[in-house]
């Protein structure tokens, strides 16, 4: 997790693995074809004593080579991704074919297709017949190209197991080039693969993991979590130390420090030694990890009971507001109108204006008290999450809004069958305010239309609530959504200005988000959707 | 139909608020006693005839209690669980009248056995309108045990 920072410059090499590893591929085979073509010894065996890459086999290379190419990325084109799973086919294809030869023992005249094998040939069962280990490895790695993206129910994908067997012959092959030694019986062609082949099946195997990593067992290797971290830095560690300690296992026993038995003893305890080292410093990150997991769910926790004090105040706040704000606002118009009835004759006009100006006042902080309230409860309360009717509640409460002056000219045009998952009480206050303003914002034209709909942008289902009038600046949404803020007047308008904050909050806990669009007197629709 | 004559007990520790409840009651032609007591000791007191209401004649109890629930003392709630728990109040007609709306308030009033949840408007208008049907019906259309 220490190296996030530096995570960025290997992740770009681990990401060019696959495309170099494939064009190494195709390079070597390209070069063996050359070598066979032009019979130069060096580019088909490397050094004379070796076998020879066959002519089969670097045919392979070249197709799996093209075919992780097509594959490298995830993302290829499906043309590319298809002609890349052929190919692999292909290479299966050509290697079963040879496993078949050396199963039956048949000769079904594929080996010597391109060219004729010397008769010289090191190491070789029949004249250009590629080793039974190449034709095993050629099998998995065609197979895996061919199956890169099929995964399994439980999250294993095929083709990186198939790569990590793949890989265990060629890399046996390696470490017995590297250490110089031979098979007891060898050379024979049960147990020969070319250098250079050996290397290469490596690179396509390493190429074939590296293609997918977000999937399968890669994942956890370059994981950003702390297992991932300790396997980058353990894999590594633990592969070069038992290579180097086999290397002087074998050098030890050559210049007859030891025989083969203490050889193996030495083999073991430095073995065991390396791999407590790898293990303790494992152990060592995990639990630097762990401790400061603990340390972080400490602080959430104590932010969680402080949050949890914060609100339980605040809810005391809000009930005391309730009870208390509203008594004084009762006595301020109530008096008034005492004072209207039983001195009517002692007050003029001006007189009983004024008194209904401070009754009119004191309702209107009553509602703004109480629309607060309701905007406080909103954010403590929970969501339930059922199944809601947003067409049907929209249709009803345009029933209302038409019963509550039915003279007024609106046409309200309200698609049908949308469903959500959500808090059915809420969604209703939430379309209820969207369409009271709209009934409201519309009701200073003769005719008018009122839309409820929805449509699917980005794969994401956005309802919108329409209507034609009075609209207002667009250079004020920002101001739309927060308490208290009014772009019209309350000549023009009434209302609190906690309209739009609730419907903001009613959907913002639904996971989702509001915006608005509108034009002075062109109308305005609200845009807003409700989690995924 | 004839009106019950019995007194109504008005529980309210705000002066401005028991004004204007005598007031809503009384322009709606409500000729009953009202009793007020301004804390839900008080209430206690005159229900169970203890303290400064000793000698009163336990057998007249009244038609209807108005409650508040935020009271000095010892609140509405508790005042409400106390007839609840008696005998001898056990069945009055309680209706909680007070300012708040809270959920939780509702829900508890009710839980203890209220009859009735008016929130006591803002507008005067409106809360003469409640007081007379708050009337009209708990001591008029309303039967109770004798």
């Known amino acids: 997790m220490e190296r996030r920072e530096s995570g960025g410059a290997w992740r770009k090499v681990v990401g060019a693995i696959p495309g170099g590893a494939s064009l190494f591929s195709i390079a070597i085979g390209a070069a063996v074809l050359v070598g066979w073509a032009a019979d130069i010894a060096f580019l088909k065996s490397v050094l004379p004593i070796w076998v020879a890459m066959k002519a089969n086999t670097a045919l392979g290379f070249i197709l799996a080579g093209l075919s992780l190419w097509f594959l490298r990325q995830e993302a290829m084109p499906p043309v590319q991704r298809r002609l890349g799973k052929s190919l692999g086919a292909a290479v299966a294809l050509v290697s079963g074919l040879t496993i078949v030869e050396y199963l039956a023992k048949l000769d079904l005249h594929i080996d010597q297709l391109i060219f004729t094998d010397s008769a010289e040939a090191v190491a070789t069962s029949s004249p250009g017949r590629m080793a039974i280990h190449t034709a095993l490895s050629f099998a998995m790695v065609g197979i895996a190209l061919r199956v890169m993206d099929v995964e399994t129910s439980r999250g294993v994908r095929l083709a990186q197991v198939l790569a990590l067997l793949g890989a265990f012959v060629p890399f046996l092959i390696l470490v017995t080039y590297v250490y110089d030694i031979q098979f007891p019986g060898a050379v024979n062609y049960t147990t020969s693969m070319a250098l250079h082949t050996a290397i290469t099946f490596l690179l396509l195997c390493a190429g074939i993991l590296l293609a997918r990593p977000r999937q399968g067992l890669i994942r956890e290797i370059l994981s950003e979590r702390v297992g991932g971290v300790v396997a980058r830095w353990m894999l590594p560690t633990t592969m070069v130390a038992l290579f180097v300690l086999g290397w002087l296992r074998l050098e030890g026993q050559a210049i007859g420090l030891y025989g083969t038995e203490v050889g193996l003893s030495v083999m073991v305890v430095s073995n065991i030694a390396v791999l407590s080292f790898v293990v303790w410093r494992m152990a060592r990150a995990l639990n630097r990890a762990d401790e400061k997991r603990v340390e972080l769910n400490r602080v959430l926790l104590q932010r969680a009971e402080e949050l949890a004090a914060v609100n339980k105040e605040l809810e005391a706040f809000s009930y005391s507001v309730s009870h208390d704000l509203r008594a004084p606002l009762r006595t301020l118009d109530g008096f008034s109108q005492m004072l209207l009835e039983d001195y009517v004759e002692k007050l003029d006009e001006e007189g009983r204006r004024r008194l209904e100006r401070i009754r009119a006042a004191s309702q209107r902080l009553g509602r703004l008290i109480d629309d607060l309230l309701s905007l406080s409860r909103l954010s403590r309360t929970e969501v339930k999450s059922e199944t809601v009717d947003l067409s049907g509640l929209a249709a009803a409460i345009a029933a209302e809004l038409h019963q509550s002056d039915p003279y007024r000219r609106v046409e309200f045009v309200i698609a049908d069958g949308h469903h959500v998952q959500g808090d059915v009480g809420l969604l209703r206050a939430a379309l209820t305010n969207l369409l009271n303003n709209a009934w409201k914002f519309t009701s200073k034209h003769p005719m008018a239309r009122i839309e409820f709909g929805a449509m699917h942008l980005n794969g994401q289902t956005v309802y919108f609530v329409k209507d034609d009038g009075a609209g207002f600046d667009p250079s004020y949404t920002n101001k739309l959504f927060a308490p208290f803020q009014r772009l019209h007047g309350t000549r023009e308008f009434d209302g609190s200005g906690i309209g739009l904050a609730t419907v903001q909050r009613i959907v913002r806990r639904h996971g989702g988000d509001i915006r608005a669009e509108a034009a002075v007197e062109k109308g305005a629709t609200f845009y807003f959707t409700l989690g995924k | ?146």
């Not at chain 2, 007249?60 to 409400?80: C, H, N, T, W």
């Open chain 2, 1 to 146: 139909m004839t009106m019950n004559k019995k007194a109504i007990l008005l529980v309210e520790d705000n002066p401005d608020d028991e004004e204007l409840t005598l007031r809503g009651l009384r322009t709606n032609n409500i000729a009953n006693d009202i009793v007020v007591a301004h804390d839900g000791v008080e209430a206690l007191e005159y229900l169970f005839g203890t303290g400064p209401h000793a000698n009163r004649n336990l057998a007249e109890q009244p038609a209807l209690i108005l409650l508040d629930l935020k009271l000095p003392r010892l609140d509405g709630l508790e005042v409400l669980r106390r007839i609840r728990a008696d005998d001898h109040t056990r069945l009055l007609p309680v209706v909680i009248l007070t300012s708040s709306k809270e959920e939780r308030d509702l829900v508890e009033s009710y839980q203890l056995g209220a009859n009735s949840y008016v929130r006591k408007p803002v507008d005067f208008n409106q809360f003469c309108e409640a007081a007379k049907q708050l009337g009209l019906y708990w001591l008029v259309l309303n039967e109770v045990v004798s």
